[in-house]
Every structure is written in structure tokens, then in C-alpha cells.
């Protein structure tokens, strides 16, 4: 979790890379890049890129633009901002001589009620700095264009933040939009496939006539087919891949997707925005009353409603972490704040002593300090942490016994077989879990705020003493997560299983739901393989949402995830070594650098050097640990949880449970009262 991140953090970033965590916030990459980023993330083939930020484009735009009049061409004319081009000049380097693609990411744009679809700009085939620049400009000023401000009207909204995806261009075979309903009759059981040669452009411009397909029960029709783009097996392909994304968003998808090189690539997803209602549901009203105070709606991190029963463990355990953590490291600040309203999670900042004021001036906020106790407290907190290195003592606790402590924790509680347990066992192993879930948000925040802390301390110290910016920096450490790096290297050996075997390879190359049943019939090795990997790595929440699938529960995601891996020939050895010498490249940079600088200037390098490291691995491992395993062993608890509900005629279906709160449903348990 890094909502305190995201909230605490002031430095601004002009480009995100797109495979980073932070290129998940909807706020600075807008949702396109965003949605992209969760897919990424989460194994599906998405072409890496950037992102220019939604921050990049406020810079701009303010500048461009003080009267509204002639908005569109003011944006067009002006120069991007210094900071702006030199972070854009610097990372359109890792692209090399290829053509790019630039689309627009909208803030308010690839919404559920708002798609925004063909209203802002795409750029493809650009070549350089100059050329991605005049894109990005296209892009911005596509969201003052007279046509979206009809859009906006039309649909009550406000202006629209935009950030800028880019992306290598796909030169694909043959491309198209594929709907994982059917859009027009609202038929969940059909996925909807058309499909043209070429680049998507073609079609969604209207420059032709698609090849159109309708695939229900794994068959593949042709209504017609005047490209003659694809056959079944590449549709069915197509359509599969269509309905991963769907059961990781947990809604039915709106998919731009093309085929070049035999291989499929994931160009955009949305929520299908004109899905006809079969049954017309009519809506509940939801009671609200908003609280005081200003709050934010938490969409990073909780993108849809959460289901009572995660909402019961998992808010009050983060807010529980919130406030520790502030209080430890002395922040000005009494804590950060879930909370669930009308429906969704917001956050707030609490500001000491719990109640929002409006802003004091300097120097009344100066006084205070001095008069106010709880001021004074935090302050003395403050100096108290910093002065007795608490993030870096934090850090090394992790490695030496925390981190320890909680695999065996965690381990333990994976290999409990769950049917087997007594009522009053199961109960109990609940409240262990819900117990851990509390103490793992408490480590989750610590170490949030520490290694935060260490890697800012990393970052001025290369700008000070190199005059480098964030992108240089990290790029010293990157690799260094073993967390990361031991699940890619365990796939890796599936992969190569596959490789080798002829009939894996054909069964995996249609990946529908009757592959892996397959391919373990079809090889004992691949079978024991398949399933030690889902074991060691597979118990971990994809989403802040018990009641989704966790990855074992996925095994269509895993296999996509090695059919990626072979079609991009990857190697995890090769991989890592680059990294690896990339870093010694750049820290023999930087000490040459520094060969000259007085000793006090070159001793801190090293210092904040070898704290970085110790920190950097941190950013993926501790969520691993404290996040997403408990979470997924709070999944399996209440599946057990429904299942006897459900034996017991307390409950319909099994994930009905997940309408309970964890409380609820082990009382119910307990006392075998009806809950339907």
C-alpha cells in the first residue's frame, strides 16, 4: 500500500515509467496508462512505455494558457517547460531509433460512464525528441478542443487532467476491438471480436469494414469477413485473452489488442460504457452522510466498492498503521484516514489533534509551534526519529527479524488444511488471520515511510552532489528486488519446459479454460512444476479485493504469463546481468565523478548509497509479505467460511460470504442462524 506516499510525497515527476507502481495512480497517468500499468503489472502483454504525467501537462498548460481564448493553439505553439522537456528528452532515450505511438490518458477518460472514446488524439509513427514533443502538445490540447468541451457538457463534467502514453508502435498484421459482452444485446456468455489488417487505426476510424466474430462457449462464428484478417484459432485466442482481462478488472471490457509477430498485445482496456441492461436492475440508493473534513476518493488503491467483508479487516487494520506510523516518525500530521462512503473508499489527511482548521499564516503556524504541546511533542518525535536513524534501523529490522518471522507466520498458515479443521478451529484460525492482517498493515507503514525515506535521501544526494534527476538515480538500483526476481525466475523454468516439449508448446499456443488440464495430463513434470510455482508464489492478492481470485486461483494468468516469456525468448539470467552491470556502470559513473569532491561529499554518497540498497528491494518485497499473502489467506478463510454457510443452508452460494463481515460470518458459523 503507498497511499502515504502518494499523499506525503512533494517532489514533482514530469515521466513515470510505465512498469512502476506509481504509473497506477490514475491522478498522474490518467486511467488509460493506468489500466495499462495493472495489466502490465500483472503479466498480461502490454508494450512498456512512459507516461507524462498529469503534472507535466498542469505545468504546461498554466504557462500556455492565461486566458482561455485560443486555448487549443496557445497549447500547440508553446515550448514545453525546461523541467519538463529535459525529463521527456532523458527517457525517450531507452527507446532507441523505433517509431512510437503517443495517445492521450485522460484523467476522466476510459470511464464506466464517460469513455471519452475517440475524442482525444493519437499520434503514431513518431520519430524523436522534436516529434514526441509536438505529439504530447497534440495530445494536451486535445483536451481543450471544442468537441470534448460538448463531451463534458453533455455529461456534467469538470476539466480534464491529461497525461501522454507512449509506447513502441505495434506494426501489426492485423489488429481490432474486442468486447467481453456483447455490447448491443448485453449477452455476458458472448465475446464480441472484430478485427482488420493492419494497424487498429483503420477500424476504429471507420476507414473499413471489420472482419466481425461472436464467440460464445468456445466456439468461434464469422458473421462476415471482408478482410479475411484471422481464422478461429486466432480469434478464440483473441477472445480468451479478452476474458483474463475482464476477470482481473471484474467487469466487462471495451479492448483495443493487435498481432504482430504471432504474438497478441494488449493496446488499451475500458469498461464497456453502452452495455445494454438484459435485466434492467434497478439501482439501490445507497444512504450517505459525508463527514467532515476534505476527502479524496482512494481510486488508486480501491478502484471499485469493497465487499463488506474486506472492508470489516482491511480499513481499520490500514488506519490502525496510519496513525502508528505517523505518531513513530513524528509527523506533522495526527494520521492518514479510510473510510468508506457512500459506498467507496476516501482518505483524508487528520491534521494534530483530529480537527480540520482552515490554513494559518506563517507566522501564527510559527508561534504555534511553540505554544501548542502536541506540536511540540510531534516535533520532538520528529528529531527524535531522525536523530536515532529510526527508518534505517526500521529497514534492517525487516531483513533480520520481522521479514523472518512473518514467512513463518505466513508459511504456517498457507499449509493449514482448512477443511479438515473443526468449527471451532476454523474460527480460531480466522481470528489468527485477522489478527496478522492488523500487525502486517503496522510493519506495511513502517516500512512504507522508511524506505521512502532512505530512497528521498538517495535522490537529493545524487542531485546535490551529481546534479542527476530521479531517473538516473533509480537507475543505480534497479534489479535489486529478489522478491520479484525469484517468481520470474521460477516461471522461467516452466517456460523452458515448454520449450522443449513440442506438445506443451501446441497446447499452450490456444490458452483457453481447457489448457491446463491439458498440458499437466500431458506431462508429469510440467504438472509437478506447474504446481509447486502456484504454492510457493500463487498465495497473493492481485487486488486490494478479497473476494477476486488470488494468482493460483488464475492459472489462465500464469499460463499467459509463460507463453510471454517465450515469445519474448526471455531470459532472467541475461536480464539480471544487464541490470547488474547497468547499475556498476552508473555508480563507477558517479564515483568518478566525485574522485575529485572532498572526502565529506564522497563519503556520503557511499552512505546513502548503501542504505539505498538496502532500502530499494523493500518497495516490492514488504507488499508481498505484509499485503497480499495475509490477504489471500483472508480469501481462503472465508471461502471455507461460505462453503460451510452453505452446507449449513445459511447462505446460497459460497461467495455470498464476502456480503458478510468477517465477524458476521464466523457468528453465523457459530450460531447456524439463516442469512439468506
Known amino acids: 500500500m503507498t497511499t502515504c506516499k ?6 514533482t515527476v514530469y515521466v513515470i515509467p510505465l512498469c512502476t507502481s506509481e504509473a497506477t495512480f490514475t491522478n498522474q497517468v490518467g486511467t488509460k496508462a493506468a489500466n495499462l500499468s495493472h495489466l502490465l503489472a500483472a503479466g498480461f502483454p502490454v508494450p512498456d512505455g512512459i507516461v507524462v504525467t498529469t503534472a507535466a501537462f498542469t ?44 495517445r492521450s490518458s485522460g484523467v476522466a477518460e476510459d470511464l464506466a460512464g464517460a469513455s471519452f472514446a475517440g475524442q482525444y488524439e493519437t499520434v503514431l509513427g513518431v520519430f524523436g525528441y522534436a516529434a514526441a514533443a509536438d505529439a504530447v502538445r497534440k495530445c494536451w490540447a486535445s483536451a ?55 494497424l487498429g487505426e483503420r477500424l476504429v476510424s471507420g476507414q ?26 486466432e480469434v478464440l485466442a483473441v477472445a480468451g485473452l479478452a476474458r483474463q482481462v475482464e476477470n482481473y478488472f471484474g467487469a466487462p471490457q471495451d479492448i483495443e489488442w ?29 444512504p450517505v452522510e459525508p463527514p467532515t473534513g476534505y476527502w479524496e476518493r482512494g481510486d488508486s488503491h480501491y478502484p471499485q466498492p469493497l465487499y463488506p467483508l474486506t472492508r470489516s479487516i482491511l480499513l481499520p487494520a490500514a488506519n490502525q498503521g496510519f496513525r502508528q506510523m505517523c505518531a513513530e516518525f513524528g509527523l506533522l500530521t495526527e494520521t492518514v484516514e479510510e473510510r468508506e462512503i457512500g459506498g467507496w473508499v476516501y482518505l483524508r489527511m487528520v491534521p494534530l489533534g483530529g480537527k480540520d482548521r482552515p490554513p494559518l499564516p506563517d507566522w501564527l503556524t510559527g508561534l504555534l509551534i511553540h505554544l501548542l504541546p502536541s ?15 529510526k527508518a534505517g534501523k526500521c529497514i534492517k529490522q525487516w531483513h533480520t527479524e520481522l521479514k523472518p518471522k512473518l514467512i513463518e507466520r505466513l508459511t504456517a498458515l498457507r499449509d493449514t488444511n482448512l477443511k479438515t479443521l473443526s468449527n471451532d478451529r476454523l474460527d480460531r484460525h480466522a481470528i489468527t488471520v485477522g489478527a496478522l492482517i492488523r500487525e502486517s498493515q503496522e510493519i506495511h507503514m513502517m516500512l512504507n ?16 552532489l551529481l546534479g542527476w534527476n530521479e531517473e538516473q538515480t533509480f537507475d543505480m538500483l534497479i534489479g535489486l528486488s529478489e522478491t520479484s526476481s525469484a517468481p520470474t525466475r521460477a516461471l522461467a523454468k516452466l517456460a523452458q519446459q515448454v520449450r522443449e516439449s513440442p506438445v506443451l508448446a501446441d497446447l499452450l499456443s490456444q490458452n483457453d479454460q481447457r489448457t491446463l488440464e491439458q498440458m499437466i495430463a500431458a506431462d508429469a513434470g510440467f504438472n509437478k512444476a506447474f504446481f509447486e510455482y502456484q504454492r510457493e508464489f500463487g498465495c497473493r492478492a492481485i487486488r486490494y479485493e478479497v473476494a477476486d481470485p488470488t494468482l493460483s486461483e488464475t492459472p489462465e494468468l500464469l499460463l499467459s504469463l509463460i507463453s510471454n516469456q517465450i515469445s519474448r525468448n526471455y ?24 574522485s575529485e569532491r572532498p572526502l565529506t561529499e564522497r563519503d556520503r554518497f557511499e552512505r546513502a548509497l548503501t542504505r539505498a540498497h538496502q532500502a530499494y528491494p523493500l518497495r516490492e518485497e514488504h507488499g508481498f509479505y505484509d499485503t497480499s499473502m495475509p490477504l489471500a489467506l483472508l480469501r481462503y478463510t472465508a471461502l471455507e467460511l461460505g462453503r460451510r454457510l452453505v452446507e449449513h443452508k445459511q447462505i446460497t452460494k459460497q461467495n455470498d460470504v464476502f456480503l458478510l463481515e468477517l465477524d458476521e460470518a464466523r457468528i453465523a458459523l457459530s450460531t447456524g442462524d439463516t442469512l439468506q
Open 6 to 11: 502518494s499523499l506525503l510525497q512533494k517532489e
Open 59 to 102: 505545468d504546461h498548460v498554466s504557462r500556455a494558457v492565461t486566458v482561455r481564448e485560443n486555448a487549443y493553439e496557445k497549447i500547440l505553439k508553446n515550448s514545453l517547460p525546461s523541467s519538463v522537456e529535459d525529463a521527456l528528452r532523458h527517457a525517450l532515450t531507452a527507446f532507441g531509433d523505433v517509431p512510437l505511438a503517443v
Open 144 to 198: 481543450l478542443s471544442e468537441r470534448i468541451q460538448t463531451y463534458r457538457t453533455t455529461r456534467e463534467l469538470g476539466v480534464d487532467r491529461m497525461a501522454v502514453l507512449i509506447q513502441p508502435m505495434i506494426e501489426a498484421e492485423a489488429a481490432g476491438v474486442v468486447f467481453t459482452a456483447n455490447p448491443v444485446t448485453g449477452d455476458h456468455s458472448e465475446t464480441v471480436v472484430s478485427v482488420v489488417r493492419g
Open 208 to 233: 473499413v469494414s471489420p472482419d466481425e466474430w461472436v464467440v460464445r462457449e468456445g466456439q468461434a462464428v464469422c458473421l462476415s469477413s471482408p478482410e479475411n484478417a484471422l481464422g478461429e484459432r
Open 258 to 286: 493487435a498481432l504482430s509477430g504471432g504474438k497478441l498485445y494488449l493496446l488499451q482496456a475500458r469498461p464497456i460504457t453502452t452495455l445494454a441492461d438484459v435485466d434492467e436492475a434497478k439501482p439501490v440508493p445507497v
Open 375 to 389: 506540536l511540540r511533542a510531534r516535533i520532538r518525535d520528529c528529531t527524535e526519529a531522525a536523530r536515532t536513524d
Open 449 to 464: 515511510q522508511s524506505l521512502n525515506l532512505l530512497l528521498a535521501e538517495f535522490a537529493f544526494t545524487c542531485r546535490d
Open 571 to 594: 531470459d532472467p539470467d541475461a536480464d539480471a546481468q544487464a541490470l547488474a552491470e547497468k547499475r556498476a556502470g552508473l555508480v563507477s559513473q558517479a564515483r568518478q565523478m566525485l
